[in-house]
């Protein structure tokens, strides 16, 4: 008997309204699969490790992974408006940024990537010292003053104003207006050595489960509510709006040319290695 595939993704409201048909068995013929729910830098860090055959990672770490995985075009997080948002106590110019203390909640996260590529050019003489803090720390601190900005991705964009906190830069806005693409975010990626036509096999499963959940909100609410971290229903029901899109179903050709441009720009500026051509192609 073939063993399931294991997979981990985020309990973030997108993720397990996305992967939720498949994950629980309301997909006729899709692979059986048992499930980890992490925080996107243990995910990360499975993939470096090449941990588990399924995960969503950022595409901050995909260079990293590509030797032992394939990226999926169905599933992941690529969008418009989504981007991560840098706050601070007080609504000061970039150049105040210089020499600030920045908390972030990982630094092989997209996010942090998105934070580099917009302090090159807006930060002259760059930031002072980079702090790694969980995620639901980072508005807390900047709020009391133990860093002097902090950034912050997913419902933070919603919720930010309870801690009294101004939005400094809003990357993703910035990555639009200097590239016309949407902003790319997490990545689903699948063990090579699964072999190619179960690779093909996943993707489709994944646009499978998108569609459901699409058009049976209902059936995966309690679930995704379950698992949102405490976040309020009207916060989850935005953070699913902003987050699952036409992107989610199939990157296109639009989302490839933004997860190109991300890559090749990154590994310009040597934020990130070189990806060869072809290498997000799946085989």
Known sequence: MTPPLTLAHSPCPNDTF?????????????????VTLADIDVTNGLAERAGLDVLK??????????????????????????????????????????????AVPATRSTAYLLLRLWAADA???????ITVMPFH????????????????????????GRHALHCLADLGEEWEKRTGLPIP?????ARRSLGDTLLRRLADTLRASVRAAREHPAASRSYVLANAQEMTPD?????????????????GTEGRQAV??????????GLLPAVPPGALELP
């Open 123 to 129: 930060v002259p003489g760059g930031f002072g010292e």
């Open 185 to 189: 975010l997490g990545a689903i990626v």
């Open 57 to 102: 990672v950022s595409y901050g770490v995909l260079p990293y992974v590509l030797g032992d995985y394939a990226l999926l075009p169905s599933g992941g997080a690529v969008g418009r408006g989504c981007g991560p948002l840098l706050l601070g106590r007080e609504p000061t110019g970039p150049a105040a940024l210089a020499g600030a203390r920045i």
């Open 235 to 251: 916060v989850v029901d935005r953070h699913i709006d902003l987050y699952v899109n036409s992107f989610t179903a199939d990157l």
């Open 137 to 160: 720390e980072i508005m807390p601190a900047v709020r009391d003053g133990a860093v002097d900005a902090g950034l912050v991705i997913h419902e933070a964009r919603f919720t930010y």
């Open 260 to 269: 190109r441009t991300l890559l090749d720009r990154s590994a310009a500026q």
């Open 18 to 34: 996305v992967f939720h048909a498949w994950t629980h068995g309301l997909l006729p013929g899709a692979p059986e699969v048992e």
